[in-house]
């Protein structure tokens, strides 16, 4: 798991396997630096499996895609993605993952459960 600190702007170490996988709308995450001081980013190892469409009001996230075929649904415009495709998904961008992927997700700033909406 991430090594916490209490000293502002200290690095932190992670090994994503290692970390117990959590349910989350996408499918399954494990999720290092949520934690960690200054919260300024997070890094999640993701398993997608019937992720639904939701979005961030502060969040950026960035998916790098480590396996698997499928695609990226942005604001309801689907995207090709495979293996090394990356997106860049700003906040208030409607989203979600299609497929059997396994992709690396970059959250800043850090992820927080609260920040995430769903349309009704």
Known sequence: ?????????????????????RSCSCGQTRRAFVDVEPGTASVHLLDVDAAISHYHRKATEIYVVLEGEGQVELDGVTHEAGPMSAFLIPPGTRHRAIGELRALVVAIP????????FDA
């Open 110 to 117: 850090a992820a927080d459960d609260e920040d995430e909406y």
């Open 1 to 21: 798991m991430a090594a916490p600190s209490t000293a502002p702007n200290a690095p932190a170490t992670a090994r994503l396997d290692a970390i117990e996988p």
